[in-house]
C-alpha cells in the first residue's frame, strides 16, 4: 500500500499506458479500462485501481499490479524509484 502521494505518482505514471486496455487478458478480454481511482483502504494508506464498466450496473475492478503485470509494464514499486 502507498501513502497518497505515492498513489498519485502511480495513478499518473499508468493513466495513458492503461486505459483502453484489457481489465485483464485472462478474464473480459473485450472490458476495456475506462478509470484509474486512487482509494483509501486504511487510514491515510492508499491503493490505484482500474475499473472497466460491463453495463451501467456492472462494474469490474482490479488494482494497478495484476494490470501492470498483466500488460507487462513496470511494477508499481519501480514506478516510485523513477525520477520525477
Known amino acids: 500500500m502507498y501513502t497518497h502521494k505515492e498513489a498519485q505518482k502511480i ?3 499508468y493513466l495513458e499506458k492503461v ?3 484489457p481489465l485483464s487478458k485472462a ?3 473485450s472490458l476495456p479500462i475506462t ?3 486512487i482509494e483509501e483502504l486504511n487510514d491515510h494508506t492508499f ?3 482500474c475499473y472497466g464498466k460491463a453495463s ?3 462494474i469490474f475492478f482490479t ?3 495484476l494490470v501492470a503485470k498483466d500488460l507487462e509494464l513496470l511494477g508499481p514499486d519501480e514506478v516510485l524509484k ?3
Do not use: H, Q
Request: aromatic share 8%; glycine share 4%.
Open 35 to 37: 478509470e484509474i481511482k
Open 19 to 21: 486505459i483502453g486496455k
Open 82 to 84: 523513477l525520477e520525477d
Open 63 to 65: 488494482t494497478i499490479d
Open 27 to 29: 478474464k473480459a478480454k
Open 47 to 49: 491503493n490505484v485501481f
Open 56 to 58: 451501467s450496473s456492472v
Open 11 to 13: 495513478a499518473n505514471y
